[in-house]
């Protein structure tokens, strides 16, 4: 290749490689633009929310000419409710009916016809241990079975025709019951080789594996039956007087995203001394589909239900120097009046008020860090706050 030839070629290359670096430097300019404009676009659309927002508060203020330095609220009027506190813990799934199988002889594990999470039937092989040395011992006994018992109903029938000795006849049948005898015995064993299913559950752990050996009572299967099961949770000494039986319980099951309704089935009477709480179990109303032992779940408690109360969102109550209150509205003077109200009970969103609130009084719900006890107030659509 001479010097022009490869001077052309060099050209060319250069050329290719600006060419494609032009394309990505256009590239990257149009997504720079293409995120700015999503950027700006986002802006026009908060600043067009605020712009409405504003002109329906002047709208609002404006009604009378001016907004006499009252400031904009939204108010909730008091009524009675029903105010319910719940405990929640965590919980775990239990059955009332799980068996830890065991193989009545040893041997080695010859199959294993199930798998873990499967569903057995009452009944159901499960294991095989090897037979084989007893099957051969079995059939031996079949062979001297049918000679004794050949001799047995040759000197039963001599005996009934007086022609043999009755010691000859006797020794026969007792020749004969014992291996009969002896053959029952080694069925038996045989069986005992076989592991079943005593009832309809779920096969939650396979200890042995194939090959190795079982010996007599060495776990091999255990089995929960699925049918009737039970939530279990461990709730503070604390709630002792509130939890009884037949308190209300929702159970959610997070990872197979349902949630059933129960109710307390039984609380235990001892108190755990480690971690100061006490046993309860809980009767599901449905077994949700997919449900496996020692799940675990979420349990909210409904251990308190009050009728006829008076109930706030904790949002919408203040606290200073010890003490509870609201800003209540007097509709009379269109201000805001502090009120200290006494609690009671509460749970995760709301609080019970005990006394200093009647139902059909107002109370400010938004707005209310805008106020001081005498501010003039003006009551705004619950839209136009935010």
Request: proline share 2%; with cysteine.
């Amino acid at each position: 290749m001479n010097f022009k030839l490869k001077l052309s070629v060099l050209i060319l290359l250069a050329s290719l490689l600006l060419g494609v670096s032009s394309c990505k430097e256009k590239e990257k300019t149009m997504q720079a633009k293409k995120a700015e404009l999503e950027k700006l676009e986002k802006q026009l659309h908060r600043l067009k929310s605020k712009i409405y927002d504003l002109k329906q508060e002047v709208k609002a203020e404006s009604k009378d000419g001016s907004n006499d330095g009252a400031v904009l609220v939204d108010a909730m009027v008091i009524k009675r409710d029903t105010f319910r506190r719940f405990i929640n813990v965590q919980g775990s799934v239990e059955s009332d009916r799980v068996a830890v199988l065991s193989s009545k002889m040893g041997g080695n594990v010859l199959d294993i016809l199930v798998n873990e999470g499967e569903m057995v039937k009452k009944g159901q092989l499960l294991i095989k241990i090897d037979d084989a040395t007893m099957q051969s011992q079995l059939s031996e006994l079949n062979t001297r079975l049918t000679f004794v018992k050949d001799v047995y109903e040759k000197q039963k029938r001599l005996w009934e025709q007086k022609a043999g000795s009755e010691m000859q006849y006797l020794q026969a049948k007792n020749n004969y019951e014992a291996m009969l005898k002896n053959k029952e015995t080694m069925e038996e064993q045989i069986k005992n080789t076989r592991i079943y299913a005593p009832f309809t559950g779920y096969v939650d752990y396979i200890f042995p594996k194939i090959g190795e050996m079982l010996m007599p009572g060495m776990p091999a299967i255990k089995l929960t039956d699925m049918a009737n099961v039970k939530v279990v949770a461990d709730i503070s000494e604390s709630y002792l007087n509130s939890i009884k039986r037949g308190v209300p319980v929702v159970v959610t099951f997070e990872d197979i995203g349902d949630t059933v309704e129960g109710k307390i089935k039984n609380v235990s009477r001892s108190i755990d001394v480690k971690n100061r709480t006490f046993h309860t179990e809980i009767k599901l109303k449905r077994l949700p589909k997919g449900l496996r032992p020692y799940q675990i779940c979420k349990v909210s408690v409904n251990d308190v239900t009050k009728n006829n109360a008076i109930v706030l969102p904790l949002a919408y109550i203040q606290r200073s120097e010890g003490s509870y209150f609201v800003f209540v509205i007097d509709e009379k003077t269109m201000t805001a009046r502090k009120r200290i109200v006494k609690t009671g009970l509460a749970n995760d969103t709301e609080m019970e008020i005990l006394s200093g609130l009647k139902a059909g009084e107002k109370i400010i719900t938004k707005g209310v860090q805008n106020v001081v006890d005498g501010q003039k107030i003006k009551i705004i659509s619950n839209k136009l706050i935010f």
